[in-house]
């Protein structure tokens, strides 16, 4: 392969991604041929209605759920599992209680064979990175919800991961720690540039963070649309009041909300 062409690959291509489940009479089909590619470093948000194959998706770039047909590259070898390139943030934290905030974030180093050192080094470089620094012993029990979810982004990011798969990563928050952990999160993007693919629900919270936002329909679950969001970085609280903003949302919301429902003959 040639220089240009290697920058040209994608980070990760769903390649006409099929997910049927169950079996004889009563099969679903989860996710009708998705096709998307994401470039290295990029931010897509995924929104769509309740059911249409978000988490379906996800899971399968994950490794955590196999595919019926089609296949997902991950810079160009296909995905038969889990790997440690690909760090997942899921809604509820998923923390191990029993280990504090440090152990936590020191567990997958732990894994990977690690000295004490380096391990110390490098949870310290991401717990400070998403503010836990004084609850470096604390246990999980002990912090409030955006904490323990910050502590789950420290660890997924020690393990230096080259893609972030967030699904709904904070739907259990209230607003204001949500608006603040959607700025932490663009701020350690900015810095650090993984590829970052993040669901949710909330169409602002989809538009402030992207540079694409992916519009997935329902029944069968596919993409409907894919809006790309022309703002600048940083962006401020000035730009989600700014009329591009408001712009780009109503596209989204429209997009999700008018959806005219598709008559497939192998529903
Ligand atoms: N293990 C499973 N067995 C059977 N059906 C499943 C399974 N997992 C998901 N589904 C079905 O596949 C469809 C897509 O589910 P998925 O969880 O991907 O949707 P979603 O877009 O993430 O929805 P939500 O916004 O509610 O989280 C749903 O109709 C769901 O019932
Ligand atoms: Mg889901």
């Not at 790997?83 to 905030?101: D, K, M, N, S």
């Not at 209230?174 to 693919?197: F, G």
């Not at 949710?200 to 329902?218: G, P, S």
Request: with cysteine.
């Amino acid at each position: 392969m040639n220089a240009e062409a290697d920058t040209m690959q994608p980070k990760i291509s769903f390649q006409d991604v099929t997910r049927i489940f169950g079996e004889g009479e009563k099969t679903f089909l989860a996710l009708d041929r998705l096709s998307l590619d994401i470039a290295d470093g990029e931010f897509v948000t995924v929104v769509g209605p309740s059911g249409c194959g978000k988490s379906t998706a996800m899971n399968i770039a994950a490794g955590l759920t196999e595919v019926s047909q089609g296949r997902v590259l991950v810079d160009g070898e296909a995905v038969h599992g889990p790997g440690p390139e690909r760090g997942v943030i899921f809604q509820q934290y998923a923390l191990f209680p029993w280990l504090t905030v440090r152990q936590n974030v020191e567990f997958g180093l732990r894994i990977k064979g690690m000295t004490a050192g380096e391990r110390s080094r490098i949870s310290d470089h991401f717990i400070n990175l998403v503010g836990l620094r004084d609850f470096a012993d604390a246990l999980p029990k002990t912090l409030s919800g955006g904490m323990k979810q910050r502590c789950a982004i420290a660890r997924a990011y020690a393990v230096n991961p080259t893609m972030l798969l967030m699904d709904e990563p904070f739907g259990a928050l209230d607003a204001l720690t949500r608006v603040h952990m959607q700025d932490q999160l663009l701020d350690t993007w900015s810095r650090e540039r993984r590829t970052v693919i993040f669901i949710t629900h909330d169409v602002d919270e989809a538009v402030y963070l992207a540079n694409r936002v992916i519009v997935m329909a329902a029944r069968p679950g596919r993409l409907h649309e894919i809006i790309p969001v022309e703002l600048p970085y940083p962006r401020t609280e000035e730009m989600r009041l700014s009329r591009e903003f408001a712009e780009i949302r109503n596209r989204v919301w429209h997009a999700v909300y008018h959806q005219k429902p598709q008559i497939d003959a192998r529903q």
